[in-house]
């Protein structure tokens, strides 16, 4: 990042930065450096990233392994005076018993399969271990970390397009709000070239007041209009500074940049992205697609079944060695009504994920034929534009024959800034509606 003007430039050695006296103005080599300076300053990209991180961390701390713990412990005992005995008192000394030390590690390898180990180490320096190994197959609960994480995933990468996608639509609406500035303003010098011309007519008694009346009539409607489209260019400059974090002042000209997007031809329609690409993008297929997956693990998880716990433990010291299962039979077993509206949650959410990939898909075939229809209208409007030029430049020549008035040439000149305000509209549409079917602007799972 820099800044320029034309005035003077002072290079600063080191920063990379040339400073002026005066308002400065950001200079932007690409329109994609624009971009990256407004998604740096936006809140909303920012904050699904954290919720990404955030679910990130959750599903790193989803396998059961994550839960494992060590322990340790230490007591001691002892009686508080002599103890009477039938060989008569002991001294409290020679009751109390010396320190003992313990340890363990309990390691779930599975929801359903852990391993444990445990030892003791007494004072006298005996010491006792154990093994163990607990194995519950029926135990294990589906984890919803993964499809959490997901549709974090999912909203960050839409909030991030369409953050992208928006912004260059604002830039390019500054440029269409631009021209229809200098249209108004046209419109509005010849509305004022008219109205003097009309009490020119009337002071030699060529023209009625009443034409005079409607020539100011017509001013004060092309002012206003004039002043009306200025605002709107202003609150979308400021807007725009607003968004980049920068001061108005410095906000520079972005018609280059635009420009630099390369031009429309055939191709541009021969490379958008395919059905399944805008699928994966679609936050209403995504969400429906995840919401299926997740009905499916409650209504997993709604089946009643029962609690079955098998357990070995093994002394190597004490050469011993234990076994134990049990079976715990709920009284759900008996009642099956939580998992049944389970289940058929699960089916009304896969269908409902079946209708929303439909209902994009219908969304897309319509994008595709606007974009080919925004394109033929384009090319319209830009031999439209074409003919305007032609119709200026002949009012031009016309006029330095003196065939022509100026009111002649004013007309002509705001019928060519209109026009070039209906290509800038037209091509900002098509270009919004191409954006939305790029390739160029999809995000991928990192």
Same mark, same amino acid.
């Given at each position: ?13 080191? =920063? ?18 624009v *971009? ?15 919720k ?12 059961a392994?994550?839960?494992?713990s060590?322990?340790?412990s ?25 320190? #003992? ?18 030892g ?25 970390? $993964? ?28 440029? @269409? ?9 046209a ?12 009490? *020119? ?16 009539g ?8 004039y ?49 399944? #690409? ?7 297929? *995504? ?13 997993r ?5 029962? $609690? *079955? ?7 190597p ?9 049990? =079976? ?31 209902? @994009? ?55 060519l ?30």
């Amino acid at each position: 990042m820099k800044k320029s003007s034309y005035l003077f430039i002072t290079l600063l050695v080191g =920063v990379g930065v040339f400073l002026i006296p005066g308002p400065f103005l950001y200079a932007f080599d690409t329109l994609d450096e624009v *971009v990256s300076r407004y998604l740096s300053q936006n809140l909303d990209v920012a904050t699904a990233a954290l919720k990404v991180k955030s679910s990130a961390a959750s599903l790193a701390s989803a396998p059961a392994w994550r839960s494992s713990s060590i322990s340790l412990s230490a007591n001691t005992a002892g009686t508080l005076g002599d103890v009477a005995t039938p060989v008569g008192p002991t001294s409290a000394s020679s009751q109390a018993g010396g320190p #003992t030390y313990g340890a363990s590690l309990s390691v779930p390898l599975t929801d359903w399969f852990a391993l444990g180990a445990s030892g003791t180490l007494k004072s006298d320096g005996t010491l006792t271990s154990s093994l163990s190994a607990t194995l519950s197959p029926l135990s294990g609960q589906p984890s919803k970390a $993964d499809i959490d994480y997901r549709l974090s995933l999912q909203s960050y990468r839409s909030t991030l397009r369409s953050a992208v996608l928006q912004f260059r639509s604002t830039l390019r609406s500054l440029q @269409v709000s631009k021209a229809e500035v200098a249209y108004k303003k046209a419109a509005y010098d010849a509305a004022s070239t008219q109205y003097e011309q009309k009490q *020119v007519l009337l002071s030699r008694g060529s023209a009625s007041q009443s034409d005079v009346l409607d020539a100011l009539g017509s001013l004060t409607q092309a002012r206003l209009d004039y002043e009306t489209a200025e605002a709107n260019y202003q609150n979308i400059h400021q807007s725009i500074a607003l968004s980049l974090g920068i001061a108005d002042a410095e906000l520079p000209d972005f018609t280059q940049l635009l420009e630099s997007e390369g031009p429309i031809t055939d191709a541009s329609l021969t490379s958008l992205m395919d059905r399944e #690409t805008y699928l994966g993008l679609s936050d209403t297929f *995504v969400r429906a697609k995840l919401d299926a997956e997740s009905s499916q693990i409650d209504a997993r998880s709604a089946q009643p079944k029962p $609690d *079955v716990s098998i357990k070995g433990d093994l002394s190597p010291a004490a050469k011993t060695w234990s076994a134990s299962a049990m =079976v715990k039979l709920p009284l759900d077993l008996l009642f099956w009504d939580r998992a049944a509206v389970a289940k058929q949650t699960a089916d009304v959410k896969e269908k409902q994920a079946e209708y929303a990939k439909a209902t @994009v898909s219908l969304e897309y075939d319509q994008k595709v034929q606007d974009a080919k229809r925004l394109y033929e209208s384009w090319k319209k409007t830009t031999t439209a534009y074409s003919s305007a030029q032609l119709v200026y430049q002949q009012a031009e020549v016309l006029a330095s024959l003196g065939q022509k008035s100026p009111l002649d040439l004013n007309t002509a000149q705001a019928e060519l800034l209109r026009s070039a305000w209906q290509l800038a509209s037209a091509e900002k549409t098509l270009r919004d509606a191409l954006d939305a079917l790029s390739p160029r602007f999809v995000i991928e799972e990192k």
